[in-house]
């Protein structure tokens, strides 16, 4: 399998592209700087083999993303793209809100990401990384503990709520959006004619973590639409979840979004 890594420098991403890597698959990565792996003893001999690929671009620029599908797909079709890119927002005092510099910065790299993928080649599997709890069905199954902590987290949830827009309405998923649309500085009026027509996407899924932490991966997480009771999971056990469970029952979370907790 070939793996095109999107925000893959760190955290899940980088977790499920090196375990992936481990377990014999190609990985292309898109980073804004190349030397970001230089230091890394995991990812050197990997590099060195060729099966790591590194690919300079930033996916908020159409042109970096044109030319990373065209180096990615140089010797042949990729498999799976997993969006993981993320933001660190900053406090803002006079919002009460931990704030984007950007406010659509992973919507609009999705957006890039997905109109870049090369017609000429087989449709590749998309999995997109966004939260749990970010929509208004998914928040009724918040724990009550930690609805205030989502009270100031409202840009960085704004943003992913747009990409989870951008999935459904190019995946074409039943029932129809049912969700606020959301705020305009993430997708402005008419952000769809930048996309093709709906329902274009074949396979797509999107995985809500829970409040993600740096422990260890212990595979024992939790998997479903919604999750009761759920209020963290490493990072490393969502990069499990990808590698041993969702790519290898692609058919199973197909066309949904799954929540992922302890």
């Given at each position: ?9 760190r ?35 990997f ?32 498999d ?14 006079s ?6 510099t ?16 090369p017609?000429?080649m ?26 205030p ?9 704004a ?18 959006w ?13 952000w ?30 939790r ?40």
């Amino acid at each position: 399998m070939k793996l095109f890594a999107i925000g893959a420098s760190r955290n899940i991403g980088y977790f499920t592209a090196l375990t992936l890597l481990q377990q014999g698959h190609q990985v292309v990565f898109l980073l804004r700087r190349l030397n970001v792996f230089d230091d890394d003893p995991a990812m050197k001999p990997f590099m060195d083999s060729g099966s790591a690929k590194l690919v300079q671009g930033d996916a908020s620029v159409v042109s970096d993303m044109s030319r990373a599908w065209a180096t990615a797909t140089s010797d042949g079709p990729v498999d799976t793209v997993l969006f993981s890119v993320g933001a660190i927002p900053s406090f803002s005092f006079s919002k009460f809100d931990f704030a984007l510099t950007v406010p659509d910065l992973c919507t609009a790299a999705l957006i890039n990401t997905l109109t870049t993928i090369p017609s000429a080649m087989p449709q590749p599997r998309v999995i997109a990384i966004t939260s749990m709890g970010i929509t208004k069905d998914s928040h009724r199954h918040l724990p009550y503990l930690l609805r205030p902590l989502y009270a100031v987290i409202r840009s960085p949830h704004a943003d992913k709520l747009g990409m989870e827009r951008v999935v459904h309405y190019s995946a074409g998923w039943t029932p129809e959006w049912k969700e606020k649309e959301p705020i305009k500085e993430v997708l402005a009026p008419g952000w769809e004619t930048k996309l093709p027509e709906k329902g274009w996407l074949k396979h797509a899924v999107i995985v809500r973590p829970a409040i993600l932490t740096d422990g260890e991966a212990l595979a024992k997480y939790r998997v479903g639409d919604h999750l009761k009771a759920s209020y963290t999971i490493s990072r490393k056990d969502v990069a499990h979840f990808i590698t041993n469970d969702l790519l290898e029952n692609w058919e199973k979370y197909d066309g949904k979004a799954i929540t992922v907790g302890n």
